[in-house]
């Protein structure tokens, strides 16, 4: 089994920056895609960044600029810098991971979330 903790998130005014991690743990041989997820109250979520075991990266528009995923493959963590936050970034994030955990299992897990939210 295997399991995703995320920390970092909080209460921040507009303008201001806050740093994501998500550490992951347990059965693991090698972790492909890592990605970041939010969904804001009565909306679906959506795919903020991903940055695959090399370091190849993708931003969504809205957070292009701002927003830069990054990931320590020694630590099994990855993370997302966030400055300029905006109220609209307001959201529970969701780290997410494709994860090989023997030579026949490989999974996608999810974290539980944190709650970011911007506001003044």
């Known amino acids: 089994q295997v399991q995703l903790v995320e920390s970092g998130g909080g209460l921040v005014q507009p303008g201001g920056s806050l740093r994501l991690s998500c550490a992951a743990s347990?059965?693991?041989?090698?972790?492909?895609?890592m990605a970041w997820y939010r969904q804001a109250p009565g909306k679906q979520r959506e795919l903020v960044a991903t940055?695959?075991?090399?370091?190849?990266?993708t931003l969504a528009d809205s957070v292009k600029g701002r927003f830069t995923i990054s990931r320590d493959n020694t630590k099994n963590t990855e993370y997302l810098r966030m400055i300029s936050l905006k109220p609209e970034d307001t959201a529970v994030y969701y780290c997410?991971?494709?994860?090989?955990?023997?030579?026949?299992?490989?999974?996608?897990?999810w974290g539980q979330g944190t709650q970011v939210t911007v506001s003044s």
């Open positions: 997410n991971a494709d994860v090989l955990s023997s030579i026949k299992t490989r999974n996608d897990y």
């Open positions: 940055i695959t075991y090399d370091a190849a990266t």
């Open positions: 347990g059965m693991i041989l090698s972790i492909y895609t």
